[in-house]
């Protein structure tokens, strides 16, 4: 399975409940990582992570229930003498106290020569995660997105990484481009390509096609395993009725020039996968979909909750052609 963010996190969490969890393998998007305060940070790892252990905040979609942010408030204090430019004090990407721990583990494992691979691992075991967290790959990458220019900056263009477009402005800016920094060195993850070549079906996440599914194909050698399974490859569609559920897919899809709807994802994903699951708010669209390429099937795929994405799941597996 192709994975990043929380509506990755929320179908995995019902895919384990239909299939046994060790015959499921996760590859996880990692360009959205990030070192603050002396920490690598995971995003959509740790998402996943704290998902299947059950112990997400189901508000948010993303950090721990029940997290306290007293470092945070205490770190406030630094950001008025911090010098300008310095993230020593940066408190708008926040971290919980108790999430701390994980980065603090993380951290101290990569310092001792463990790659991020092991400590994934190390990390889902502690959470008690039955299936296999695999990063898309142990080498750096970098999401990095180009702003729009406006008349109000004269007309220049600016870049800013994942983090800085994603929750310092709150992807409330335009963008022009997104390229993945380092993608074209990196090499998979360890067990990436095996998983994709012996898998029964290979199922893409209702995640952003374009940051964080597009890291993913950005790895070389994944585009073309998937290519090679085409066949079995059937991904959820993240827009429903034109729209993303959460977060900035629609927005980016129009502002790279793509269509957002399921015909656009239809488009980006027909030259390596076969089936796309649309929502029934889309059933209109389904000849569309299978005009740019791929065989639709039409079912409900808004996860309310553990029951929804159950059933998505199953819809998943058992509706789609093998």
Same mark, same amino acid.
């Given at each position: 399975?192709?994975?990043?963010?929380?509506? /990755? /996190?929320?179908?995995?969490?019902?895919?384990?409940?239909?299939?046994?969890?060790?015959?499921?393998?996760? @590859?996880?998007?990692?360009? *959205?990582?990030?070192?603050?305060?002396?920490?690598?940070?995971?995003?959509?790892?740790?998402?996943?992570?704290? !998902?299947?252990?059950?112990?997400?905040?189901?508000?948010?979609?993303?950090?721990?229930? *029940?997290? &306290?942010?007293?470092?945070?408030?205490?770190?406030?204090?630094?950001?008025?003498? /911090?010098?300008?430019?310095?993230?020593?004090?940066?408190?708008?990407?926040?971290?919980? *106290?108790?999430?701390?721990? &994980?980065?603090?583990?993380?951290? $101290?494992?990569?310092?001792?020569?463990?790659?991020?691979?092991?400590?994934?691992?190390?990390?889902?075991?502690?959470?008690?995660?039955?299936?296999?967290?695999?990063?898309?790959?142990?080498? !750096?990458?970098?999401?990095?997105?180009?702003?729009?220019?406006?008349?109000?900056?004269?007309?220049?263009?600016?870049?800013?990484?994942?983090?800085?477009?994603?929750?310092?402005?709150?992807?409330?800016? $335009?963008?022009?481009? @997104?390229?993945? #920094?380092?993608?074209?060195?990196?090499?998979?993850?360890?067990? @990436?390509?095996?998983?994709?070549?012996?898998?029964?079906?290979?199922?893409?996440?209702?995640?952003?096609?374009? #940051?964080?599914?597009?890291?993913?194909?950005?790895?070389?050698?994944?585009?073309?395993?998937?290519?090679?399974?085409?066949?079995?490859?059937?991904?959820?569609?993240?827009?429903?009725?034109?729209?993303?559920?959460?977060?900035?897919?629609?927005?980016?899809?129009?502002?790279?020039?793509?269509?957002?709807?399921?015909?656009?994802?239809?488009?980006?994903?027909?030259?390596?996968?076969?089936?796309?699951?649309?929502?029934?708010?889309?059933?209109?669209?389904?000849?569309?979909?299978?005009?740019?390429?791929?065989?639709?099937?039409?079912?409900? &795929?808004?996860?309310?909750?553990?029951?929804? /994405?159950?059933?998505?799941?199953?819809? !998943?597996?058992?509706?789609?052609? $093998?």
């Amino acid at each position: 399975m192709l994975a990043g963010g929380v509506g /990755a /996190a929320r179908y995995l969490a019902g895919l384990v409940q239909v299939v046994d969890p060790s015959e499921v393998t996760a @590859v996880v998007n990692t360009a *959205d990582d990030v070192w603050l305060h002396g920490l690598r940070v995971c995003p959509d790892l740790d998402t996943v992570t704290y !998902t299947l252990g059950g112990a997400v905040d189901g508000d948010r979609g993303w950090g721990l229930v *029940d997290e &306290t942010w007293a470092t945070m408030a205490a770190l406030a204090r630094y950001e008025q003498v /911090a010098p300008p430019g310095s993230p020593a004090g940066l408190t708008w990407f926040r971290l919980g *106290d108790r999430d701390l721990a &994980t980065h603090l583990y993380r951290t $101290a494992r990569l310092e001792e020569g463990a790659d991020l691979a092991e400590v994934t691992a190390e990390v889902a075991e502690a959470w008690g995660v039955r299936c296999r967290l695999v990063p898309m790959t142990t080498d !750096t990458v970098e999401t990095r997105l180009t702003l729009a220019p406006t008349s109000a900056d004269g007309g220049a263009t600016a870049e800013l990484g994942f983090q800085e477009y994603f929750v310092q402005h709150r992807h409330s800016v $335009a963008v022009s481009a @997104v390229r993945f #920094v380092g993608a074209e060195l990196a090499r998979p993850g360890p067990g @990436v390509l095996e998983a994709i070549a012996e898998a029964e079906r290979v199922v893409v996440a209702p995640s952003n096609p374009i #940051v964080s599914i597009g890291p993913i194909l950005a790895v070389p050698g994944v585009a073309e395993a998937l290519t090679a399974r085409r066949a079995h490859v059937v991904a959820v569609s993240p827009i429903v009725a034109g729209a993303a559920l959460r977060g900035p897919a629609d927005r980016l899809l129009t502002e790279l020039g793509h269509d957002a709807s399921v015909v656009g994802v239809a488009r980006l994903y027909a030259p390596w996968a076969a089936t796309l699951v649309v929502d029934e708010a889309d059933a209109g669209r389904a000849g569309e979909v299978e005009a740019a390429g791929m065989c639709c099937v039409v079912g409900p &795929t808004v996860m309310h909750g553990p029951v929804e /994405a159950a059933a998505l799941a199953e819809l !998943t597996l058992q509706r789609a052609p $093998a």
